[in-house]
């Protein structure tokens, strides 16, 4: 199996190392490849303010600096060049031209931004205080009405296009603990991510198992859930595992417990990028950790 990680934030955004220091690290851990997805620039277009997205005065120097990591870690290690970029409906998105024309080796599709009927647009992963106050003051604390805008930017992301990898596709649950606000179990929502997983089957986006909120918030399982991983398995939906790597050091971290899941699920590989555009099948395989 080849250990790979495209989802990663350096100090360019809201990560704590440098590039060169996540390729060591990803070298010292036998990795394959590494990728580097910075939060894309959004206050141009979006007027919003954001202290853990790439600025847009910095954007040519990441591209500058990962395109010199992949010279200098020729023949050692692979290094692709990537963006998260994040959909706003009406506002942003990564099937955008000016970020299709960058050029890049993939894009992550990610859904951050939930945009209430009244009040502060806020994220789906902010910290419990700032969540609980958008959900009052933007959706009169119905969890039910924000699971639904959250599903409809997700939904409304796929069909648009433009990007080879769903970011962590189930973020909502990550302020839904003991599913006080919606329930993960009713009908209701089993609908909306077998209607995602549809979407996906019909697309060649490819479905991340992201193992970040496992990592840094001691969430249980990956970004998508068991139950969901089930239903994209059953639609053919291909998957590549990630960290969400916001330290080097946490590469490859909970990825025995992903690998497990998928085979669970009854995947046998994962999606490897091999050059831009180009992706081919690893097997997966039980893992006992990695170095």
Not at 77 to 90: A, S, T, W
Not at 139 to 153: P, Q, V
Not at 254 to 279: F, P, R, S
Request: net charge negative.
């Amino acid at each position: 199996m080849k250990y790979t990680c495209l989802h990663t934030h350096t100090a360019f955004c809201d990560g704590h190392d440098s590039i060169e220091a996540f390729c060591r690290a990803a070298r010292d851990k036998g990795f394959w490849a590494i990728g580097f997805s910075a939060h894309a620039p959004l206050r141009r277009k979006t007027g919003f303010h954001s202290d853990w997205h790439l600025k847009e005065e910095r954007l040519a120097a990441y591209l500058d600096e990962v395109r010199e990591a992949r010279r200098r870690w020729e023949g050692v290690l692979k290094v692709f060049l990537g963006l998260e970029v994040d959909y706003i409906h009406g506002l942003m998105g990564p099937a955008d031209r000016d970020v299709q024309e960058l050029g890049l080796d993939y894009l992550i599709g990610s859904v951050h931004y939930l945009i209430p009927p009244k009040g502060k647009p806020f994220t789906a992963d902010d910290s419990a205080a700032a969540f609980a106050k958008g959900l009052a003051e933007g959706f009169g604390n119905d969890g039910e009405a924000l699971c639904a805008a959250y599903w409809d930017a997700v939904e409304a992301m796929i069909r648009a296009g433009g990007f080879d990898i769903l970011g962590h596709a189930d973020l909502i649950k990550k302020n839904n603990p003991q599913d006080r606000l919606f329930s993960r179990e009713r009908e209701s929502y089993q609908r909306r991510t077998e209607g995602i997983a549809g979407l996906l089957a019909g697309s060649a986006i490819i479905a991340e198992v992201n193992t970040g909120g496992m990592i840094r918030y001691s969430i249980p399982e990956p970004y998508p859930s068991p139950a969901m991983l089930g239903q994209l398995k059953a639609r053919g939906v291909p998957v590549i595992v990630t960290a969400d790597a916001h330290r080097a050091e946490h590469l490859g971290g909970h990825y025995e417990a992903a690998c497990n899941i998928l085979l669970h699920a009854g995947y046998t590989c994962q999606q490897v990028l091999v050059d831009k555009g180009c992706w081919r099948e690893d097997p997966l395989r039980p893992l006992r950790g990695i170095q």
